[in-house]
């Protein structure tokens, strides 16, 4: 059974950091990419970014520069390392895994596994 679960949100103040976590058990297979997303009240979810198995990375526009996709294949899991971080930053932010290569999937929903979110929070 594959299981996805997100960590490390939390409440912050604006202009400081976060790293979430995203735990990915029971997936094996030679090629992946693992996807963060984030949604916050009364929007949409919305790409953050995402790392295939080979250390590719993709980030959405917005947040490059801020954020920081990494993986430890060792501990089958995924790091999104936020700084700077501001009030609009506020959401549930999920990851998701998908077999293949695509980077760019646009929606959490057509990821194959997906996790149940983690709050972060960030105070102005």
């Known amino acids: 059974e594959v299981q996805v679960e997100e960590s490390g949100g939390g409440l912050v103040q604006a202009g400081g950091s976060l790293r979430l976590a995203c735990a990915v058990s029971?997936?094996?297979?030679?090629?992946?990419?693992v996807g963060w997303f984030r949604q916050a009240p009364g929007k949409e979810s919305e790409f953050v970014s995402s790392?295939?198995?080979?250390?590719?990375?993709y980030y959405s526009n917005s947040m490059k520069g801020r954020f920081t996709i990494s993986s430890d294949n060792t501990k089958n899991t995924v790091y999104l390392q936020m700084n700077s971080l501001k009030p609009e930053d506020t959401a549930v932010y999920y990851c998701?895994?998908?077999?293949?290569?695509?980077?760019?999937?646009?929606?959490?929903?057509?990821?194959?596994?997906r996790g149940q979110g983690t709050q972060v929070t960030v105070s102005s």
């Open positions: 790392i295939s198995s080979d250390g590719r990375t």
């Open positions: 998701g895994a998908q077999y293949g290569t695509a980077l760019n999937t646009p929606y959490l929903r057509f990821y194959d596994y």
């Open positions: 029971g997936f094996i297979v030679d090629e992946y990419v």
